[in-house]
């Protein structure tokens, strides 16, 4: 081979190292952006979070996955706030470990076959609607509360849950819960609305408000998902004015509405709703 070939061939060996180096710094350079982008998402999804759950507030309360228990009006506050700061410790929205980093499907539950703790005997599932089917309504998706068999069974003959019984044309169901509550989330994974519906929609049958109310004052929830259940528990711990409203309304719709089989007309879907502010009540607990 000629030096002159030789010297070709050694050029292009050069050329090729140096295109296969700017390649690689390229790579860097573009991993290095990667990783910068994610930690800013991050951190802007954490402040957001943060500004979500009033920072002044976060301030007192320690982030963490163990969520602590109280029974007094300030500790569900602080439980409430300290379910949303471990949430945005992680950077995880409310529903995250429900949906599994997916996009909800319209209908499905989540989970499939419903958040259950069976020693306190209590049930719930989160899932959304169409926009269609709730106009109007700025929620992304409710969740469903149920009591289970144990806690009603016994009661059900009682002078009050026989009175509801006849309001409701003394319906029978071998159903083994009853529907106690629906709360509305906005995309952000705030509470926005406490809201019944009727029995054809979660097929099974309602209680009567005392029970009702008995039920969701003394509710603990423990079914493996800490923060859903806190919010949930916090919820109704300081709404419980506003839930006595709601039975109320549900009660003078159930009353008002004609017809043989007023349980099963799809006719009567939602049967009371109200708006709740937590901030507002966050912003009274701390004056």
Request: glycine residues 8%; contains cysteine.
């Amino acid at each position: 081979m000629r030096s002159q070939d030789v010297e070709v061939l050694r050029e292009v060996r050069r050329q090729m190292l140096r295109e296969a180096h700017e390649e690689m710094r390229r790579q860097e350079v573009r991993g290095q952006m990667r990783r910068e982008v994610r930690s800013q998402v991050r951190s802007e999804m954490r402040s957001q979070m943060r500004g979500q759950v009033r920072a002044k507030e976060l301030s007192a309360v320690r982030a963490g996955p163990r969520i602590r228990r109280s029974a007094s009006v300030d500790g569900v506050g602080a439980r409430l706030l300290e379910a949303y700061a471990a949430l945005a410790e992680r950077g995880e929205h409310l529903f995250a470990g429900l949906l599994g980093g997916a996009t909800p499907k319209q209908w499905a539950h989540y989970p499939e076959d419903d958040a259950i703790d069976a020693s306190r005997g209590y049930q719930w599932f989160y899932h959304s609607h169409s926009p269609e089917d709730r106009p109007g309504s700025s929620e992304h998706g409710h969740i469903h509360l149920f009591a289970r068999r144990p806690l009603w069974g016994r009661r059900l003959r009682s002078k009050s849950e026989r009175a509801f019984a006849g309001l409701c044309g003394d319906p029978v169901s071998d159903a083994h819960t009853r529907h106690l509550l629906a709360i509305g989330f906005d995309a952000k994974g705030l509470p926005v609305s406490l809201f019944t519906v009727n029995s054809w929609v979660t097929g099974d049958l309602m209680l009567g408000a005392d029970l009702t109310m008995e039920l969701l004052e003394s509710m603990e929830l423990d079914t493996g998902h800490p923060e859903v259940d806190a919010v949930v528990e916090a919820t109704i711990r300081m709404c419980l004015a506003e839930l006595s409203e709601l039975m109320a309304a549900r009660d003078k719709s159930l009353a008002a509405h004609v017809g043989p089989d007023k349980l099963g007309d799809s006719s009567l879907e939602l049967l009371s709703e109200i708006a709740v502010d937590l901030d507002a009540k966050l912003a009274i607990q701390g004056d």
